[in-house]
């Protein structure tokens, strides 16, 4: 059996071309998602569960609702969702939400200007006013590297 070597040859060639290519891009899209995975590694969530006066929490969630929310936006303080208790017969003495944050430096600088910002302070002078928040309780938590949302 005769080979012809010029075709032989060239197919050779693009062979090892294609798999070239393959393994680059592979090799490329394996290092690109180490670096989002590790680009994202700093994020954390807040937990917020705020416990409120018996009978004030529609008052918590329309303060939440009218003021407070455009406030968090306007920090870069980003709101998950918010969430009452939907059987729980404590359920009328908790108010929950969750904020995202890339880092926990941003978090804190965030707050700061949160905190800071003469909208909130109104919030503040309304709430030494009439009181509608006993305790509130905070938990930041990373996600693990097998969590959905990170």
Same mark, same amino acid.
């Given at each position: 059996?005769?080979?012809?070597r010029?075709?032989?040859?060239?197919?050779?060639?693009?062979? @090892?071309?294609?798999?070239?290519? /393959?393994?680059?891009?592979?090799?490329?899209?394996?290092f *690109? $998602?180490?670096?989002s995975?590790q %680009?994202?590694?700093?994020?954390v969530?807040?937990?917020?569960?705020?416990?409120p006066?018996?009978?004030?929490?529609?008052?918590?969630?329309?303060r939440?609702?009218?003021?407070?929310?455009?406030?968090?936006?306007?920090?870069?303080?980003?709101?998950?969702?918010?969430? @009452?208790?939907?059987?729980?017969? /404590?359920?009328?003495?908790?108010?929950?939400?969750?904020? *995202? $944050?890339?880092?926990?430096e941003? %978090?804190?600088?965030?707050?700061?200007a949160m905190?800071a910002?003469?909208?909130?302070?109104?919030?503040?002078?309304s709430?030494?006013?009439?009181?509608?928040?006993?305790?509130?309780?905070?938990?930041?938590?990373?996600?693990?590297?097998?969590s959905?949302?990170?």
């Open positions: 059996m005769k080979i012809n010029p075709k032989f040859h060239r197919w050779m060639i693009a062979v @090892v071309a294609v798999a070239s290519f /393959a393994t680059g891009s592979l090799t490329t899209a394996r *690109a $998602h180490v670096a995975v %680009a994202d590694s700093d994020r969530f807040e937990l917020r569960v705020y416990h006066v018996p009978g004030k929490l529609p008052a918590l969630e329309s939440f609702r009218d003021t407070t929310s455009k406030l968090l936006a306007k920090h870069n303080l980003n709101v998950v969702g918010y969430w @009452v208790h939907d059987d729980d017969p /404590a359920g009328d003495n908790t108010f929950i939400f969750l904020l *995202a $944050h890339s880092s926990r941003d %978090a804190k600088k965030n707050w700061a905190v910002d003469p909208g909130f302070q109104q919030v503040i002078q709430e030494q006013a009439d009181k509608t928040v006993n305790k509130v309780d905070v938990t930041y938590m990373r996600p693990t590297d097998f959905p949302m990170k």
